[in-house]
Protein backbone atom coordinates (compact mmCIF):
# COMPACT_ATOMS: atom_id res chain seq x y z
CA UNK A 1 0.00 0.00 0.00
CA UNK A 2 3.16 2.29 0.26
CA UNK A 3 3.10 3.19 -3.55
CA UNK A 4 -0.35 3.97 -2.94
CA UNK A 5 -0.55 6.51 -0.35
CA UNK A 6 2.33 8.60 1.54
CA UNK A 7 2.68 8.12 4.85
CA UNK A 8 1.66 12.03 5.41
CA UNK A 9 -1.88 11.38 3.43
CA UNK A 10 -2.52 8.12 5.28
CA UNK A 11 -2.59 10.34 8.66
CA UNK A 12 -4.43 13.08 7.41
CA UNK A 13 -7.49 10.08 6.42
CA UNK A 14 -6.51 8.31 9.60
CA UNK A 15 -7.53 11.83 11.57
CA UNK A 16 -10.41 11.97 9.27
CA UNK A 17 -11.32 8.65 10.32
CA UNK A 18 -10.81 9.74 13.99
CA UNK A 19 -13.91 12.35 13.99
CA UNK A 20 -16.11 10.81 11.63
CA UNK A 21 -16.12 7.04 12.19
CA UNK A 22 -13.78 6.08 15.27
CA UNK A 23 -16.40 8.03 17.63
CA UNK A 24 -18.96 5.67 16.97
CA UNK A 25 -17.43 2.45 15.77
CA UNK A 26 -14.26 2.03 18.41
CA UNK A 27 -13.18 -0.93 17.94
CA UNK A 28 -9.78 -0.41 16.64
CA UNK A 29 -6.55 0.40 19.59
CA UNK A 30 -5.49 3.42 18.29
CA UNK A 31 -1.81 2.69 19.55
CA UNK A 32 -1.72 -0.19 17.74
CA UNK A 33 -2.98 1.27 14.45
CA UNK A 34 -0.72 4.03 14.64
CA UNK A 35 2.55 1.56 15.67
CA UNK A 36 2.27 -0.49 12.68
CA UNK A 37 1.47 2.59 10.17
CA UNK A 38 4.56 4.05 11.38
CA UNK A 39 6.58 1.35 10.86
CA UNK A 40 5.02 0.19 7.47
CA UNK A 41 6.81 3.49 6.14
CA UNK A 42 9.78 3.79 8.31
CA UNK A 43 10.85 0.19 7.52
CA UNK A 44 11.25 -1.11 3.69
CA UNK A 45 11.08 -4.41 4.97
CA UNK A 46 8.18 -4.08 7.08
CA UNK A 47 5.39 -7.08 6.16
CA UNK A 48 2.43 -6.19 4.70
CA UNK A 49 0.34 -8.64 7.07
CA UNK A 50 -1.74 -5.12 8.47
CA UNK A 51 -2.48 -3.65 4.92
CA UNK A 52 -5.78 -4.31 5.00
CA UNK A 53 -6.60 -2.78 8.14
CA UNK A 54 -4.67 0.29 7.04
CA UNK A 55 -6.20 0.06 3.27
CA UNK A 56 -9.64 -0.20 5.03
CA UNK A 57 -9.11 2.83 7.35
CA UNK A 58 -8.29 4.96 4.65
CA UNK A 59 -10.70 4.12 2.00
CA UNK A 60 -13.10 4.36 4.50
CA UNK A 61 -12.36 7.86 5.31
CA UNK A 62 -11.97 9.16 1.82
CA UNK A 63 -15.67 9.22 1.80
CA UNK A 64 -15.95 11.95 4.81
CA UNK A 65 -12.64 13.69 3.24
CA UNK A 66 -13.56 16.75 1.24
CA UNK A 67 -10.50 16.20 -0.86
CA UNK A 68 -11.94 12.84 -1.79
CA UNK A 69 -9.84 11.26 -4.75
CA UNK A 70 -11.76 8.53 -6.42
CA UNK A 71 -8.60 7.29 -7.84
CA UNK A 72 -7.32 6.52 -4.37
CA UNK A 73 -9.77 5.53 -2.91
CA UNK A 74 -10.25 2.18 -5.69
CA UNK A 75 -6.98 1.13 -5.10
CA UNK A 76 -6.97 1.28 -1.61
CA UNK A 77 -10.28 -0.71 -1.58
CA UNK A 78 -8.78 -3.23 -3.92
CA UNK A 79 -5.34 -3.72 -1.67
CA UNK A 80 -7.45 -4.25 1.22
CA UNK A 81 -10.10 -7.07 -0.66
CA UNK A 82 -7.13 -8.81 -2.20
CA UNK A 83 -5.78 -9.46 1.30
CA UNK A 84 -8.97 -10.11 3.11
CA UNK A 85 -10.04 -12.75 0.08
CA UNK A 86 -6.90 -14.86 1.37
CA UNK A 87 -7.56 -14.07 5.20
CA UNK A 88 -11.14 -15.51 4.55
CA UNK A 89 -9.50 -18.65 3.93
CA UNK A 90 -7.26 -19.21 6.81
CA UNK A 91 -8.23 -22.20 9.60
CA UNK A 92 -7.36 -19.21 12.03
CA UNK A 93 -7.86 -16.05 11.64
CA UNK A 94 -6.48 -13.17 13.35
CA UNK A 95 -7.74 -10.36 15.54
CA UNK A 96 -6.91 -7.82 12.98
CA UNK A 97 -8.70 -10.01 10.15
CA UNK A 98 -11.81 -9.67 11.75
CA UNK A 99 -11.14 -5.60 11.93
CA UNK A 100 -10.32 -5.62 8.54
CA UNK A 101 -13.31 -7.36 7.55
CA UNK A 102 -15.70 -4.84 9.76
CA UNK A 103 -13.90 -1.84 7.91
CA UNK A 104 -14.80 -3.77 5.31
CA UNK A 105 -18.85 -4.23 6.38
CA UNK A 106 -18.66 -0.13 6.93
CA UNK A 107 -17.56 0.65 3.81
CA UNK A 108 -19.70 -1.33 1.50
CA UNK A 109 -22.43 -0.14 3.78
CA UNK A 110 -21.62 3.29 2.87
CA UNK A 111 -20.60 2.91 -0.79
CA UNK A 112 -22.20 -0.02 -2.16
CA UNK A 113 -25.87 -2.00 -2.75
CA UNK A 114 -27.25 -3.59 0.36
CA UNK A 115 -26.50 -6.99 -0.53
CA UNK A 116 -22.65 -6.28 -0.70
CA UNK A 117 -23.27 -5.05 3.00
CA UNK A 118 -24.86 -7.88 3.67
CA UNK A 119 -22.45 -10.35 2.84
CA UNK A 120 -19.77 -8.61 4.03
CA UNK A 121 -21.20 -8.09 7.27
CA UNK A 122 -22.29 -12.54 7.27
CA UNK A 123 -18.18 -13.27 6.62
CA UNK A 124 -17.26 -10.73 9.24
CA UNK A 125 -19.27 -12.80 11.82
CA UNK A 126 -17.45 -16.38 10.74
CA UNK A 127 -14.72 -14.59 10.99
CA UNK A 128 -15.78 -13.88 14.73
CA UNK A 129 -16.72 -17.08 15.24
CA UNK A 130 -13.28 -19.13 13.84
CA UNK A 131 -11.18 -16.53 15.90
CA UNK A 132 -13.04 -17.06 18.88
CA UNK A 133 -14.43 -13.46 19.46
CA UNK A 134 -17.38 -14.36 20.43
CA UNK A 135 -16.95 -15.71 23.72
CA UNK A 136 -15.53 -14.10 26.54
CA UNK A 137 -13.07 -16.59 28.03
CA UNK A 138 -9.86 -16.66 26.61
CA UNK A 139 -9.43 -20.12 27.08
CA UNK A 140 -11.18 -20.77 23.54
CA UNK A 141 -9.74 -18.19 22.13
CA UNK A 142 -7.59 -18.96 18.85
CA UNK A 143 -6.37 -15.36 19.09
CA UNK A 144 -5.04 -15.74 22.52
CA UNK A 145 -3.93 -19.12 22.68
CA UNK A 146 -0.08 -18.42 23.86
CA UNK A 147 -1.06 -16.40 26.39
CA UNK A 148 -3.56 -14.89 29.20
CA UNK A 149 -5.28 -11.62 26.98
CA UNK A 150 -4.91 -8.37 29.08
CA UNK A 151 -8.01 -6.26 30.67
CA UNK A 152 -7.61 -3.97 27.28
CA UNK A 153 -7.13 -6.85 24.67
CA UNK A 154 -10.10 -8.37 26.75
CA UNK A 155 -12.27 -4.82 26.26
CA UNK A 156 -10.83 -4.44 22.64
CA UNK A 157 -12.34 -8.12 21.59
CA UNK A 158 -16.21 -6.89 23.41
CA UNK A 159 -15.87 -4.27 20.98
CA UNK A 160 -15.40 -5.54 17.86
CA UNK A 161 -17.78 -8.45 18.85
CA UNK A 162 -20.53 -6.54 19.49
CA UNK A 163 -19.98 -3.50 16.71
CA UNK A 164 -19.79 -6.38 14.13
CA UNK A 165 -22.75 -7.98 15.78
CA UNK A 166 -25.18 -4.53 15.72
CA UNK A 167 -24.05 -3.80 11.99
CA UNK A 168 -24.85 -7.05 10.38
CA UNK A 169 -28.20 -7.39 12.69
CA UNK A 170 -29.45 -4.06 11.55
CA UNK A 171 -28.27 -4.72 7.79
CA UNK A 172 -30.33 -7.62 7.89
CA UNK A 173 -33.21 -5.96 8.98
CA UNK A 174 -33.01 -3.31 7.19
CA UNK A 175 -33.26 -5.37 4.20
CA UNK A 176 -35.05 -8.72 5.35
CA UNK A 177 -32.04 -10.75 5.26
CA UNK A 178 -31.08 -13.32 7.44
CA UNK A 179 -28.57 -12.77 9.93
CA UNK A 180 -25.60 -14.78 11.42
CA UNK A 181 -26.29 -16.27 14.64
CA UNK A 182 -23.43 -17.61 16.52
CA UNK A 183 -23.92 -20.25 19.06
CA UNK A 184 -21.98 -19.99 22.68
CA UNK A 185 -21.29 -16.41 22.38
CA UNK A 186 -20.89 -15.05 25.55
CA UNK A 187 -19.01 -11.91 25.37
CA UNK A 188 -19.98 -9.25 28.14
CA UNK A 189 -21.02 -5.69 26.80
CA UNK A 190 -17.61 -3.25 26.56
CA UNK A 191 -17.45 -0.37 29.21
CA UNK A 192 -18.39 2.62 28.59
CA UNK A 193 -15.84 5.57 27.63
CA UNK A 194 -15.48 9.12 27.91
CA UNK A 195 -15.17 11.11 24.34
CA UNK A 196 -16.64 7.55 23.42
CA UNK A 197 -20.46 6.78 22.06
CA UNK A 198 -19.84 3.60 21.18
CA UNK A 199 -21.40 2.14 23.78
CA UNK A 200 -24.42 4.22 23.02
CA UNK A 201 -24.90 2.73 19.73
CA UNK A 202 -24.70 -0.56 21.43
CA UNK A 203 -27.67 0.16 23.93
CA UNK A 204 -29.55 1.49 21.35
CA UNK A 205 -29.22 -1.84 19.04
CA UNK A 206 -29.87 -3.85 22.43
CA UNK A 207 -33.50 -2.29 22.14
CA UNK A 208 -33.94 -2.99 18.48
CA UNK A 209 -33.45 -6.75 19.09
CA UNK A 210 -37.55 -6.56 18.77
CA UNK A 211 -36.49 -6.84 15.46
CA UNK A 212 -35.65 -9.60 14.98
CA UNK A 213 -38.07 -11.53 12.46
CA UNK A 214 -37.72 -14.77 14.08
CA UNK A 215 -38.85 -13.67 17.51
CA UNK A 216 -43.14 -11.85 16.60
CA UNK A 217 -43.42 -8.62 18.74
CA UNK A 218 -46.49 -7.52 20.37
CA UNK A 219 -47.32 -3.85 19.24
CA UNK A 220 -47.12 -2.60 22.84
CA UNK A 221 -43.14 -3.91 22.96
CA UNK A 222 -42.91 -2.28 19.20
CA UNK A 223 -44.23 1.59 20.94
CA UNK A 224 -42.39 0.68 24.03
CA UNK A 225 -38.70 0.52 21.84
CA UNK A 226 -40.08 3.33 19.83
CA UNK A 227 -40.20 5.58 22.63
CA UNK A 228 -37.00 4.63 24.62
CA UNK A 229 -35.28 4.89 21.02
CA UNK A 230 -36.51 8.25 20.43
CA UNK A 231 -36.17 9.57 24.06
CA UNK A 232 -32.59 9.41 23.86
CA UNK A 233 -30.58 13.00 23.09
CA UNK A 234 -27.73 12.29 21.36
CA UNK A 235 -25.50 15.02 19.98
CA UNK A 236 -23.01 13.47 17.91
CA UNK A 237 -24.52 13.61 14.34
CA UNK A 238 -23.43 10.10 13.25
CA UNK A 239 -25.60 8.79 16.25
CA UNK A 240 -28.35 11.18 15.64
CA UNK A 241 -28.63 9.84 11.91
CA UNK A 242 -28.80 6.25 13.55
CA UNK A 243 -31.16 7.04 15.77
CA UNK A 244 -33.30 8.23 13.27
CA UNK A 245 -33.29 5.56 10.82
CA UNK A 246 -34.01 3.13 13.67
CA UNK A 247 -37.36 4.86 14.74
CA UNK A 248 -38.25 4.86 10.90
CA UNK A 249 -37.05 1.22 11.03
CA UNK A 250 -39.38 0.51 14.50
CA UNK A 251 -41.97 2.38 12.88
CA UNK A 252 -42.52 0.35 9.72
CA UNK A 253 -42.51 -2.84 11.60
CA UNK A 254 -45.20 -1.19 14.12
CA UNK A 255 -47.71 -0.19 10.91
CA UNK A 256 -47.01 -3.12 10.08
CA UNK A 257 -48.20 -4.87 13.31
CA UNK A 258 -51.20 -2.38 13.89
CA UNK A 259 -53.21 0.39 12.27
CA UNK A 260 -53.84 1.94 15.40
CA UNK A 261 -50.49 4.38 15.86
CA UNK A 262 -51.09 7.09 18.39
CA UNK A 263 -50.81 10.18 17.10
CA UNK A 264 -48.04 11.06 19.92
CA UNK A 265 -45.83 8.38 19.00
CA UNK A 266 -45.67 9.74 15.26
CA UNK A 267 -44.82 13.50 16.67
CA UNK A 268 -42.01 11.59 18.00
CA UNK A 269 -40.75 9.93 14.86
CA UNK A 270 -41.40 13.17 13.11
CA UNK A 271 -39.47 15.41 15.59
CA UNK A 272 -36.10 12.93 15.43
CA UNK A 273 -36.73 13.04 11.70
CA UNK A 274 -36.45 16.37 11.79
CA UNK A 275 -33.06 16.27 13.96
CA UNK A 276 -31.81 13.67 11.43
CA UNK A 277 -32.11 15.92 8.60
CA UNK A 278 -30.11 18.74 10.84
CA UNK A 279 -27.70 16.53 11.08
CA UNK A 280 -27.19 14.91 7.52
CA UNK A 281 -27.04 18.26 5.94
CA UNK A 282 -24.36 19.64 8.63
CA UNK A 283 -22.19 16.41 8.35
CA UNK A 284 -22.31 16.38 4.24
CA UNK A 285 -21.75 20.24 4.09
CA UNK A 286 -18.48 19.65 6.65
CA UNK A 287 -17.03 16.77 5.32
CA UNK A 288 -18.10 16.23 1.45
CA UNK A 289 -19.92 19.10 -0.15
CA UNK A 290 -21.23 18.28 -4.06
CA UNK A 291 -20.05 14.72 -2.94
CA UNK A 292 -22.53 11.78 -3.92
CA UNK A 293 -22.34 8.77 -1.95
CA UNK A 294 -24.51 5.71 -0.61
CA UNK A 295 -24.89 6.42 3.53
CA UNK A 296 -27.70 7.82 6.03
CA UNK A 297 -26.69 11.13 4.42
CA UNK A 298 -28.40 10.52 1.41
CA UNK A 299 -31.21 7.79 1.97
CA UNK A 300 -32.53 10.11 5.33
CA UNK A 301 -34.09 13.19 3.91
CA UNK A 302 -35.95 10.90 1.29
CA UNK A 303 -37.44 8.16 4.36
CA UNK A 304 -37.75 11.54 6.91
CA UNK A 305 -39.71 12.92 3.44
CA UNK A 306 -42.58 9.80 3.49
CA UNK A 307 -42.87 10.83 7.21
CA UNK A 308 -44.02 14.09 6.59
CA UNK A 309 -46.54 13.04 4.02
CA UNK A 310 -47.93 10.83 6.41
CA UNK A 311 -48.31 12.79 9.21
CA UNK A 312 -51.07 14.33 7.26
CA UNK A 313 -52.62 11.76 6.85
CA UNK A 314 -55.49 10.84 9.43
CA UNK A 315 -56.55 7.36 8.26
CA UNK A 316 -54.22 5.68 10.22
CA UNK A 317 -52.89 7.51 13.00
CA UNK A 318 -55.33 6.91 16.39
CA UNK A 319 -55.85 10.32 17.71
CA UNK A 320 -55.20 10.41 21.98
Known sequence: MTWIITRDEWHSLFDVYLREMHCLYGFLDTETVLSKASRRWQDPHATNAYDHVLCGIAALATLF????????????????????????????????????????TLYLQCNSPPHAAWMASCTTMHIIEAAGLHRESAGVSLVYSDAEPSEHDVERRRRLFWVAKLLKSWISFEYGRSRVSLQGASCQLPTPVSGDFTTDLIDMFRLSEVLDPSKPSEPSELENCLMQVAGFQFTLNPLV????????????????????VKSKLLEQ??????????????????????GTYRTSLSNLPASFWQWIRKSHSHTFVKRD
Open 269 to 290: VIAVGRKGLEASIERHEATCPG
Open 241 to 260: LSQSNLCFTLYRRLRLATTN
Open 65 to 104: SPERTDNCEGLLVNCAKEILESTSLLRDPTVHDAEAWLLR
